[in-house]
C-alpha cells in the first residue's frame, strides 16, 4: 500500500480510461477501489484494483454501500455508459429510482450532476477524472503555431 495509505473509488464504466486510472492511482501509493458496471466496464479492471465490485447500471445505492464499507470518501468516475444500456437497460434500485424521480431531464450532464450529490450527501466527494493522469490533459495556452486573432479570441469566448 502507498506510503499515504489514501484510498480512492474509480466509478468504471467502459473503455480503456478506467483501467489507465486505476493503474495511475495505484503506482501513485493509492489503494484502489473499482464500482463496475456489468456488461459496460471490461472485465480487466479487477487486475488494476485492491477490490472491485460489480453492479448493474443504475444500483446507486449499491455503489454507495460498496463505497462506504470499503471506506472510500473520494472517487472519480471514470469511462463510457453506452446510450442504449443507460435508457434500455438500467436496473435502478430503489436509490436508483428516487435520484432518477428528482431529473426533469435525462441529459448525462444532468445524470452526473444528480449521482455527485448523492454521493457528496454521503459524505463521498467526486474528483477530477484526470487527478492521476495530467499528461492527458492540455497546457494552458495556445497549442499551434499561431495563436488566435482578437476576433478569433472574442468568438472562443462566446461559444465557450
Known amino acids: 500500500m502507498g506510503e499515504n495509505n489514501r484510498t480512492i473509488g474509480v466509478i468504471a464504466g467502459g473503455g480503456p480510461f478506467p483501467m489507465l486510472v486505476a493503474e495511475a492511482a495505484k503506482?501513485?501509493?493509492?489503494?484502489?477501489?473499482?464500482?463496475?458496471?456489468?456488461?459496460?466496464?471490461?472485465?480487466?479492471?479487477?487486475?488494476?484494483?485492491?477490490?472491485?465490485?460489480?453492479?448493474?447500471?443504475?444500483?446507486?445505492?449499491q455503489?454507495?454501500?460498496?463505497?462506504?464499507?470499503?471506506?472510500?470518501?473520494?472517487?472519480?468516475?471514470?469511462?463510457?455508459i453506452t446510450k442504449k444500456r443507460m435508457f434500455e437497460n438500467i436496473r435502478p434500485d430503489f436509490r436508483g429510482l428516487t435520484v432518477m424521480s428528482k431529473?426533469?431531464?435525462?441529459?448525462?450532464?444532468?445524470?452526473?450532476?444528480?449521482?455527485?450529490?448523492?454521493?457528496?450527501?454521503?459524505?463521498?466527494?467526486v474528483m477530477q477524472s484526470t487527478q492521476f493522469l495530467p499528461e492527458l490533459v492540455a497546457p494552458e495556452g495556445c497549442l499551434t503555431t499561431r495563436c488566435p486573432t482578437q476576433t478569433e479570441e472574442d468568438d472562443i469566448r462566446f461559444g465557450w
Request: net charge neutral; charged share 30%; glycine share 10%.
Open 27 to 61: 503506482k501513485g501509493g493509492m489503494r484502489v477501489i473499482v464500482v463496475a458496471h456489468l456488461d459496460e466496464t471490461d472485465s480487466d479492471i479487477s487486475k488494476k484494483a485492491d477490490d472491485t465490485v460489480w453492479i448493474k447500471l443504475g444500483q446507486l445505492g
Open 63 to 80: 455503489l454507495i454501500k460498496a463505497l462506504k464499507r470499503r471506506g472510500v470518501t473520494e472517487v472519480l468516475m471514470a469511462g463510457t
Open 103 to 125: 431529473l426533469a431531464f435525462f441529459h448525462d450532464d444532468d445524470i452526473l450532476r444528480a449521482v455527485t450529490r448523492e454521493l457528496a450527501r454521503e459524505g463521498i466527494s
